[in-house]
């Protein structure tokens, strides 16, 4: 977890899929208030 310049998060994690069996790299960031803006998933 990082602190965004803005005072929000950028949180990083992985999340796994049940129907590949694969994990995915998981972004989500936050403002100040800890409401989440936008959340990413990478991978495949």
Known sequence: ???APEGGF???GETASSS???A???L???DAMGNG???RT???
């Open 1 to 3: 977890m990082i602190q």
């Open 42 to 44: 990478f991978g495949g």
């Open 20 to 22: 590949t069996g694969g």
């Open 24 to 26: 995915d790299a998981y």
């Open 10 to 12: 950028i949180l990083a």
């Open 37 to 39: 803006l936008w959340r």
């Open 28 to 30: 989500l960031k936050t």
